[in-house]
């Protein structure tokens, strides 16, 4: 438990800063859960569950200082896509199945810290969660259009949605409008006036405040209604289990985008104040979150960015600020949820409309555009997925997409030709001049690890080239340093058939760098090397000079002696580098 370690070396100068950090973050997260319970299709209590567990459980097993772990708009969009359609409307299947893709996903989540997967972290690259975030926002937004107007939505998809915005608007329930104007109003001014104040808090408070006192009830505005505290009671699901294969899949997708976003957050802080986290072990807090959060009946929980924000711009020290923070949770959770049922649906659905805005940065996604135009296409291709065809399937395609373009990097790279400069310095020979190749030799570099489905790439492209531009060279230097990192048996084969190749032409061929390794491999695979086959050497300039050595000793008509005074020099330098 890294957190605890930490706790038990907290210093008491401490204390001001945490308290106060904590009594912002939950005031923050206080409107915030409310209104992600409701995004999930369950009761507001549920969003207060799904903050207290999870919490403590974090502060006691998270690397991170800062970190806030809490509901979070991307998670529950997942959810409510995937739960939804399989409840048919029955609530308490609903929120059993919420329950269960939470557990799943927790479940998840310690697989991953077991077979130590922290690098999935890198994964789900920057352009595909830049574009998913922008979709999801988009998503909630026109999702709470109709609790802002007062009407409900018959479509499932965003664009059936859009198509019937003429339709809807004229079926704006005008009170509702009213509701959310006044909701807007409070919060900006709030934003104007009160800066440090928690904003959301006091728009919703407002909102419920004018519910109860002028019984604005009577005017059809809709509430969350009755919200049932005390205690969580712990329930067994009583839905057909064959259900939940269903949401094995789905709580996958949810781990990965849950602990991608979380570590974004958490790494950007742990930059900020100076201190380094854990992949594996954030993996590991994410999954026992999770996990808590379900047997206190809540759902899925992931980094929460805003609320992580909170706590720093407050001077939170420790993990302390989420064990208070969860404390006043749950007494508000289990004493204080009577005033809750008075909240108007409009206010949180405004609540989650500005969250969501703050969500959308489509200018970085077209920033990308100009600095890297793949990671621009990646990323707009998961936006409109997003919102085309869904969450679950968008973020799916986007993880192929992104594999596939990783997979056309490994397989089709970039390759070089290497000279000498005015300073014997090993280069790239392009179009700017500054190096030129050796008179007779072909130096070669191919800029990715060889494996079986790019060798035959690589022979291809290095024939190509040197047929092209030094077809006259009677010397071929690999480089091995960027290519040849691991054994494959392919890859040896296709040597084995370059080795062949270009001794029938009379060109010698040199492979330069990982000598040690390059000869360990040869010998696995008992491939020919030194005289008679390839040679070997210790790096490109040792492979340039000794070259230049044996076609002086070729000339005089001694290359087999030469031959072996290069291997003893190579040797000799070898020993004495290492």
Known sequence: MPGLQSLSKYERHWLKDDVRAALSVAAVALPVAIAYAQLTGVNAAVGLYSCVLPMLVYALMGTSRQLIVGPDAATCAVI????????????????????????????????ASRFKLGVLADFLSKPILMGLLNGVAITIIVGQFSKIFGFDFEEKYLLERLGGVPTYLSKTHGPTLLMALLTVAVYFAMKRFRPAWPSSMFAIAAGGLLVWVFNLGQFDIKTIGSVAGGLPTFQTPTFNLGIARELVMPALN??????????????????KNGYDIDADKEFRALGFANIASALSQGFAVSGADSRTAVNDANGGKTQLVSIIAACIIAIVAIFLTAPLEFIPSA?????????????????????????????FFLALTTLFAVLFIGVIPGITLAVLLGLFQFLQTVMRPTDQVLGLDSKGVIRSVDNDEKAKAIPGVFIYRFNSPLTYFNATYFKRRLLERYVKESEHADCIIIDTVP?????????????????????????????????????????QTDMKFGDGGIVIRSDLYLAIKLNQHYKAALAEGSAAVVQKQEDDKDKVLTHSQL
């Open 80 to 111: 409510a896509a995937v739960v939804t359609p399989l409840a048919a409307g029955d609530a308490l299947k609903h929120w059993q199945l919420v329950m269960t893709m939470t557990v799943m996903t927790g479940f998840w989540c310690l697989i």
């Open 254 to 271: 949810l781990a990965m985008v849950s602990f991608v976003s979380m570590m974004l957050t958490a790494r950007s802080f742990a930059a």
């Open 347 to 375: 206010a949180l659905g405004v609540v989650l409309v500005i969250a969501s805005i703050h969500l959308i940065d489509l200018k970085a996604i077209w920033k990308l555009r100009l600095r890297d135009r793949p990671a």
């Open 483 to 523: 290519c040849f990192t691991h054994l494959d048996l392919s890859v040896m084969a296709m040597l084995a058939d370059l080795e062949v190749l270009f001794k029938k032409r009379g060109v010698r061929l040199i492979l330069a760098g990982r000598k040690r390794q390059m000869i360990g491999w040869f010998q």
